[in-house]
């Protein structure tokens, strides 16, 4: 979307705003513009990277219960292991420093999945939804703002 400017120059306004993006861009607007509008990518933290694959092996796992197929620790692992490469491939580069700390995050990651797969919130009840998107036109906003909630 965009609306006309003087000159025929074009603004180009988002078709929605997430809360994330909002507090970027109130934390720091220059930043902000780097990342969100250049799309310039800075490499990925490797707590970041870590917390990505562990939240869709998690997510996997809730999604397989709620459809009630498959949600094995090998299948959560699995799980884990393709968001790892997937991440790394789609979303640029980790700053792991050396190879065998990219071993070690994988290892952390899959003893992370397996102790909650392990604990007893994790089974305690089946959800009612996985990964539920939310959109809410908010007076006084030109976009929509959204969100999403892992689990209901």
């Given at each position: 979307r965009g609306q006309p400017k003087e000159g025929g120059v074009m603004l180009a306004f988002p078709e929605h705003i997430s809360p994330s993006?909002?507090?970027?861009?109130?934390?720091?607007?220059?930043?902000?513009?780097?990342?969100?509008?250049?799309?310039?990518?800075?490499?990925?933290?490797?707590?970041?990277?870590?917390?990505?694959?562990?939240?869709?092996?998690?997510?996997?796992?809730?999604?397989?219960?709620?459809?009630?197929?498959?949600?094995?620790?090998?299948?959560?692992?699995?799980?884990?292991?393709?968001?790892?490469?997937?991440?790394?491939?789609?979303?640029?580069?980790?700053?792991?420093?050396?190879?065998?700390?990219r071993e070690k995050a994988i290892g952390d990651g899959l003893r992370v999945v397996a102790a909650y797969l392990a604990s007893p919130e994790a089974l305690k009840e089946k959800p009612r939804a996985v990964e539920v998107f939310l959109k809410e036109e908010i007076p006084g906003l030109s976009v929509p703002l959204t969100g999403a909630m892992d689990l209901v």
């Open positions: 993006a909002a507090k970027s861009y109130l934390s720091c607007s220059l930043r902000f513009y780097f990342e969100r509008v250049a799309g310039i990518k800075k490499p990925t933290s490797v707590a970041l990277h870590l917390g990505k694959s562990i939240h869709a092996a998690l997510q996997a796992f809730h999604l397989a219960r709620w459809r009630g197929e498959d949600d094995s620790p090998e299948f959560v692992a699995e799980a884990f292991e393709k968001a790892f490469l997937q991440l790394e491939r789609d979303q640029g580069p980790v700053n792991f420093g050396e190879p065998s700390k």
